[in-house]
């Protein structure tokens, strides 16, 4: 067992689980992008169903205690799965990807996503919580929730390139957000696994680090450029996952406790930071430099 300086408790078994955790949202996000009906079964017929069979009746009522019964949860499901379903109707219905004012769609559910994290990490600040169990889970409030909520602000401001996104004509019809370049995937990652460990420490070894590397690697390795696609796809299913089987996360052979170092916190949070501003600057320098350009100058 390794106990270090972001995560305790940690065994070769959490590890093995973790890769399983990560491979298993690639293969299940590559059935969703290459099969229509896999995605409409997904996340559109099963949402409908477990609520009410499963949700609701058993593993997520709010009013609980458990983690997977907060308001937050729950909206963060739904966001989630609104972006599955809209992405869907661009990639799927023909001639709508050419509209303009559709692909405002993206980037503002990408934009509302974010914005709900931020809101949480400052509701966690005015818990000034010490250590206590609340939700479900152990929460330390300090400056890394202001710092953190501020990144993720700074992470919409650097979105761009919006209006280039298009659907490829190939059998997958992948939604491409061409200007989402690496450096702001990279400053996401950083600020969204500061956010889980902020704010749902103890499960911030799945939910955090597995999650988004799901979504990263395809990015990068199998469908560059639509990174956006891989990201709402692989949330919504952890994230009906965890509803479903919430015991996963907090059991004593699976789940990996954080540190609940007020160091560790504070670092995550201000790399989460420093990345972010450093990405505003950059895109910033980027529209200028191309306005130089164009202006000939």
Avoid at 55 to 78: D, E, I, M, N, R
Avoid at 269 to 290: D, E, G, M, P, T
Wanted: hydrophobic share 50%; charged share 10%; glycine share 8%.
């Amino acid at each position: 067992m390794y106990n270090g300086f972001l995560f305790q408790g940690l065994t070769w078994e959490n590890v093995l689980m973790w890769v399983g955790v990560t491979l298993g949202l690639i293969v299940v996000n590559e059935l969703t992008r290459s099969h229509k009906w896999v995605a409409l079964s997904l996340f559109v017929i099963l949402p409908l169903i477990l609520p009410f069979v499963l949700w609701l009746p058993y593993t997520a009522t709010p009013g609980s205690g458990a983690s997977t019964g907060t308001w937050f949860h729950w909206v963060k499901v739904y966001s989630a799965l609104a972006g599955c379903i809209g992405f869907m109707l661009i990639r799927y219905k023909k001639g709508l990807a050419e509209k303009k004012w559709v692909l405002l769609f993206p980037p503002l559910i990408l934009s509302v996503n974010i914005l709900e994290a931020c809101i949480r990490d400052f509701q966690v600040y005015g818990m000034h919580a010490t250590g206590q169990v609340i939700d479900g889970v152990v929460m330390l409030s300090g400056p890394w929730n202001i710092m953190n909520g501020i990144a993720g602000l700074l992470n919409i401001a650097a979105l761009s390139g919006w209006m280039g996104i298009y659907v490829t004509k190939d059998k997958k019809h992948d939604m491409i957000w061409p200007d989402m370049k690496w450096w702001w995937i990279i400053a996401y990652d950083l600020w969204n696994f500061a956010y889980v460990y902020n704010c749902v420490s103890d499960h911030s070894f799945y939910a955090g680090a597995a999650l988004l590397v799901s979504c990263t690697i395809p990015a990068f390795f199998i469908k560059r450029g639509a990174w956006l696609q891989h990201r709402a796809h692989t949330l919504a299913l952890w994230m009906m996952f965890t509803m479903s089987v919430p015991m996963f996360v907090d059991s004593p052979r699976w789940g990996v406790d954080a540190s609940h170092n007020p160091t560790a916190l504070l670092v995550v949070s201000l790399i989460s930071l420093i990345a972010n501003i450093v990405v505003v600057f950059y895109q910033c320098y980027r529209k200028f430099a191309s306005q130089k350009i164009k202006s000939g100058k």
